[in-house]
């Protein structure tokens, strides 16, 4: 009797033990974000230029967005996908996030997660000489508990991204190398991160260098084996980043299953911006031209994946329409982050696994004043086939991709879109008035 007694008694401590334990079932969650890869770059999308089998591959079991926009150039992209907010709300300056801003780090940080970010910063205010531009903290500020960065506090004249690169790795410079390679050098850190922090839930924000020009060799290149060579510059090698692109996105998914983590993880592919208007690249439904900074369809308009494998298999094509303020939601909703813990003016995607709903927005609203070079800047209300931009012109961009013929004998569903999209252009101009031609607009905080 005490034999059982005995057992009895371990079996409840037992028990008692391990329902202290606490089993943190939040999805693991990696964001990879290429610099200047428009949506006409994947094969999963049409591409029949460039080899990308492994992105096409995460396509077959994900849910691949036809009409995903960024913002036509790279910081205004940034801080709206960091933040989850329109433009005019935080971007202040081009290569500048202010400080008072909450981003994605900060909250995921805050539920418990583990955060890294690894590969393009450009965020300290380097370009106009913004105030503590030299802090080497800032990342850690916004939320990353780790960083490997280029372009935190040293400008680009000090040293590039590929070849011999300058990178600052939680808060000191790594030893310059010719033979290194920034962009493995980011993948590694990652896959090294990924290896450490298994067993906790953690969050990885990857915005590459890749494809930003210089487009030059990579190590897979031939002509890698001479140093003298490595910053050679020619659009040919863009094909050589796009494959180096995809090398690194299949070296962390291996990562991830190689750890047993995949299939609670969150893996998502997108772009900051459309392609560098020097590359013209061959798809299964034309040539296109790459649109960078401009604001027709081209400029923003990005390939977007994202998959989830133990919440969902096999392919979806979702037609309607997403922008970079959603993703912040996103990420917030699978972390169990309380909606009351942030401001968005995005919405999560997460409904869409399921296949219960087909969309989240019947239509987005960009706001665009770049700061940077000549580039135009404009307001717009686009779904997956009309556009109305602030100015009243109206395009069918399924029709007209390249906006060369306004619409003006619309027929009466048409004319409904139209006052749709011009009431929502109305609520954001008295919300904050937009004007065309002060190209110094500013900031509403």
Not at 120 to 140: I, M, S
């Amino acid at each position: 009797m005490k034999m059982i007694t005995r057992i009895f008694f371990v079996f409840v401590l037992l028990v008692g033990i391990t329902s202290c334990v606490k089993t943190d079932k939040r999805p693991n969650i990696v964001l990879i974000m290429a610099d200047d890869m428009g949506y006409e770059c994947i094969g999963a999308n049409g591409s029949t230029e460039y080899n990308t089998p492994n992105i096409d591959r995460l396509s077959e079991d994900a849910l691949r967005f036809e009409h995903c926009y960024s913002q036509p150039i790279c910081t205004p992209s940034r801080v709206k996908i960091m933040t989850g907010k329109f433009n005019y709300r935080n971007y202040q300056d081009f290569g500048y996030l202010n400080p008072n801003q909450q981003t994605f780090g900060n909250l995921l940080q805050d539920a418990g997660y583990e955060t890294l970010i690894a590969g393009k910063w450009q965020l300290n205010g380097l370009n106009r000489n913004n105030a503590n531009n030299q802090d080497v903290n800032r990342p850690h500020h916004f939320g990353f508990d780790e960083y490997c960065l280029w372009q935190l506090n040293r400008p680009k004249k000090e040293g590039e991204r590929f070849a011999n690169p300058l990178i600052t790795q939680n808060g000191k410079d790594l030893p310059r190398n010719i033979d290194m390679y920034g962009p493995q050098v980011f993948a590694d850190y990652i896959s090294d991160f990924i290896d450490r922090k298994t067993g906790e839930p953690f969050f990885v924000y990857y915005p590459m260098v890749l494809v930003h020009d210089p487009f030059v060799p990579t190590p897979d290149s031939p002509e890698w084996e001479n140093p003298d060579r490595r910053y050679e510059k020619d659009t040919a090698y863009f094909a050589d980043m796009m494959a180096y692109t995809d090398k690194i996105v299949g070296q962390l998914e291996s990562s991830l299953k190689e750890n047993g983590v995949w299939e609670n993880t969150i893996f998502i592919f997108t772009g900051d911006n459309g392609t560098h208007p020097s590359i013209i690249s061959s798809t299964n439904y034309a040539k296109v031209v790459g649109g960078k900074g401009f604001t027709k369809n081209t400029g923003n308009h990005v390939p977007f994946v994202f998959s989830w494998p133990e919440k969902m298999k096999g392919k979806r094509v979702i037609e309607s329409v997403i922008s970079f303020a959603d993703i912040l939601p996103t990420l917030c909703e699978a972390a169990g982050v309380a909606k009351t813990k942030y401001k968005t003016d995005g919405k999560s995607i997460l409904s869409l696994i399921s296949g219960k709903k087909d969309k989240i927005n019947d239509e987005v609203f960009i706001h665009y004043t770049p700061r940077w070079g000549n580039k135009e800047h404009n307001r717009w209300v686009m779904n997956d086939e009309y556009k109305l931009y602030q100015n009243g012109s109206f395009f069918n961009t399924a029709k007209d991709t390249l906006e060369k013929a306004q619409l003006e004998n619309i027929t009466d569903e048409e004319q409904v879109l139209k006052d749709k999209f011009q009431l929502i252009l109305d609520e954001k101009e008295s919300e904050i008035p937009f004007n065309l031609n002060d190209k110094s607009f500013s900031v509403k905080y």
